[in-house]
Structure formats: structure tokens, C-alpha cells
T-cell receptor
């Protein structure tokens, strides 16, 4: 089956690193995504990783993929108050490109 | 990055009426668009997949006669909520698939808040 799980809440101090974790069940997932949603807004694509990669870095964002354990993480370095939002991981199940399966979202709260 | 625009961003309609939400890909062609619904503090639920020039594919439990989807061109898909009821009030988000150099990327619109009174 297709299932994506995330922890629901994370609180960090401004300037620290945040690590948001995600697990998925479909071992044939092709792409895995991280989206950011601010209150009342749509989803903003942060980054994605192809399933044959272990790591992808983009400025303050680092994505790690452990395909054996079906574990995906998003690390935000030097977390700022503007990073406070809900972060969704999503996978494209086997076969593809035709839909995303989302986790429930992790609410990141950044405090001074 | 690629831009997907939704309109209207907020709409209020009376019970029993129909309301249309548009989803446009502004700077790329989208052969496939997706419609999601998000309940408060919940994740996104895929409603249907819309392919240009063909009938939409609905997820299990989604009423195709109630949520009419039309994908008339490579840059426009519409979702019409027919005979709306208060329980249809929700946040509706569309997304579109863009084939970039790296492979496959899906971009989301800003979402549309529907309130049925």
C-alpha cells in the first residue's frame, strides 16, 4: 500500500538546525518531494530527490534519502522565523508520475 | 520556477449553486493537472487527475458528477463544484506536472478557499 508518515510537530530555536523526518512504504517510489505550506496559502515546492540519489543539497536545505529504510529527511540549517510553516513530504508511487501521496505534514515552530 | 495560478483565491457561494475554480499553468504546458482537497489541519487528499483532452480520473470516493473537471487546454483545468453544500467548504488546491531537465516536477497553485453558506 501507499503510506507516508511524518511527525506532526517540531519546535526549534532560531539559528539552530531543523530536521524533519518522513517514512514511506512504497519501495518503488520514483521521486520524493518536500513542500512548504504557510498559513492559508498553497504549497511551495522546496526540493525533490530522485530515488537513485542519497543526498541533495540546496543552500540551507539538505535532503537525505535512505532507500533501504524508506526514510527521507529534510534538514534546514540556520533556521529562521520565516521558516515556520507546515512541511509536507510526498512520494510518487510506483509507476509514477500521476499522483502524489502526502504525509500529514510537520508543523515547524521557530522560537527566539 | 514554474508558476501555477488558481482563481478565485476565495469564494463564497450559497447552498445549491455551482462554483467554478480555475487552475492555470502560466509559463509551461501541463499535460496533466491534479486537484486536491485539504481539510483544516489535515493533509491533502487527491480528488482527481486531469489529462488534457480526455476525461478526468477520479479517486475512489470522489463523486464525479459533483466535482466536474475539465482540462480544455494545456494550460487550463477547471473544477466545478455542483449543487454545493456546506460540507463542500474546504481548501482546494491544483497542481500541474512540468517536465524539467531533471525529470519530473509538480507545482502547486495558491489554493482556493470555498465557503458554502
Amino acid at each position: 500500500g501507499e503510506d507516508v508518515e511524518q511527525s506532526l510537530f517540531l519546535s526549534v530555536r532560531e539559528g539552530d538546525s531543523s530536521v524533519i523526518n518522513c517514512t514511506y512504504t512504497d519501495s518503488s517510489s520514483t521521486y520524493l518531494y518536500w513542500y512548504k505550506q504557510e498559513p492559508g496559502a498553497g504549497l511551495q515546492l522546496l526540493t525533490y530527490i530522485f530515488s537513485n540519489m542519497d543526498m541533495k543539497q540546496d543552500q540551507r536545505l539538505t535532503v537525505l534519502l535512505n532507500k533501504k529504510d524508506k526514510h527521507l529527511s529534510l534538514r534546514i540549517a540556520d533556521t529562521q522565523t520565516g521558516d515556520s510553516a507546515i512541511y509536507f513530504c510526498a512520494e510518487t508511487p510506483s509507476g509514477g508520475y500521476n499522483k502524489l501521496i502526502f504525509g500529514a505534514g510537520t508543523r515547524l515552530a521557530v522560537h527566539p | 520556477g514554474a508558476v501555477v495560478s488558481q482563481h478565485p483565491s476565495r469564494v463564497i457561494c450559497k447552498s445549491g449553486t455551482s462554483v467554478k475554480i480555475e487552475c492555470r499553468s502560466l509559463d509551461f504546458q501541463a499535460t496533466t493537472m491534479f486537484w486536491y482537497r485539504q481539510f483544516p489541519k489535515k493533509s491533502l487528499m487527491l480528488m482527481a487527475t486531469s489529462n488534457e483532452g480526455s476525461k478526468a480520473t477520479y479517486e475512489q470516493g470522489v463523486e464525479k458528477d459533483k466535482f466536474l473537471i475539465n482540462h480544455a487546454s494545456l494550460t487550463l483545468s477547471t473544477l466545478t463544484v455542483t449543487s454545493a453544500h456546506p460540507e463542500d467548504s474546504s481548501f482546494y488546491i491544483c497542481s500541474a506536472r512540468s517536465r524539467d531537465r531533471a525529470g519530473n516536477t509538480i507545482y502547486f497553485g495558491e489554493g482556493s478557499w470555498l465557503t458554502v453558506v
